[in-house]
């Protein structure tokens, strides 16, 4: 599985953005995707993650309310849609995949794509 992560960028507080990760390779084998971010000096942290199978969501507390993930089945692609986002959300966001379980642990997952930056300026 291989997955390209795109959409970042640079926004003011309080505005919206969205990144998106495509899959490719054995996408029918995907069960989980997820978004991590991972800010200067901190560890990488959960963000959001979906069941390919069921299309259930999870969020960190953090970001609850705040950002909608989702899938494009046909394009095998997950979308992160971040709303009034907040100068704490900037990190590098990077999305992951694994085969066969849905956890917030980033060592779980097998698959990532190269991180995206979102920059949220006060």
């Known amino acids: 599985v291989q997955l390209q992560a795109s959409g970042g960028g640079l926004v003011q507080a309080g505005g919206s953005l969205r990144v998106s990760c495509a899959a490719s390779g054995r996408t029918s084998s995907i069960y989980a995707t997820a978004w991590f971010r991972q800010a200067p000096g901190k560890e990488r942290e959960f963000v959001a993650a979906?069941?390919?199978?069921?299309?259930?969501?999870y969020y960190a507390q953090s970001v609850r309310g705040r950002f909608t993930i989702s899938r494009h089945n046909a394009k095998n692609t997950v979308y992160l849609e971040m709303n009034n986002l907040k100068p704490e959300d900037t990190a590098v966001y990077y999305c992951?995949?694994?085969?066969?379980?849905?956890?917030?642990?980033?060592?779980?997952?097998?698959?990532w794509g190269q991180g995206t930056q979102v920059t949220v300026s006060s």
């Open positions: 992951a995949a694994d085969l066969q379980i849905l956890t917030q642990d980033a060592p779980d997952y097998d698959y």
């Open positions: 979906i069941n390919w199978r069921v299309g259930s969501t």
